[in-house]
């Protein structure tokens, strides 16, 4: 079992930076790919990013890869997310999750862990 619990999200301007943390327990992440989805109100959850156990690989979604910036940290066990030029339409709650069987993935199935969310939301 993988425990993951995500913090620092919250409200912030337009152009705005946040720094998403989500901090894991019961297994170490080192060993695993991890990633960010978000989910805005009356969409299907989307893919932001994603990182390979051993950090070497990273993936993004298009439109976000100039903006966001995944990393992970396993002597704490965490992964990150910073966020610039924040847009509103980044207003969403954001997941972390982690795949324990297999490469950097965009695909919501291919992850067997979930955090609880974080909101973010961009005000203009």
């Known amino acids: 079992q993988v425990q993951l619990v995500e913090s620092g999200g919250g409200l912030v301007q337009t152009g705005g930076s946040l720094r998403l943390s989500c901090a894991a327990s019961g297994r170490i992440l080192s060993y695993y790919t991890v990633a960010w989805f978000r989910q805005a109100p009356g969409k299907e959850r989307e893919f932001v990013a994603s990182m390979s156990w051993n950090l070497r690989t990273t993936s993004y979604k298009d439109s976000l890869k100039d903006r966001f910036t995944i990393t992970k940290d396993n002597g704490k066990n965490t992964v990150y997310l910073q966020m610039n030029g924040l847009k509103a339409e980044d207003t969403a709650v954001y997941y972390c999750?982690?795949?324990?069987?297999?490469?950097?993935?965009?695909?919501?199935?291919?992850?067997?862990?979930w955090g609880q969310g974080t909101q973010v939301t961009v005000s203009s």
């Open positions: 999750a982690v795949r324990t069987n297999g490469k950097v993935s965009d695909g919501v199935s291919d992850y067997n862990y």
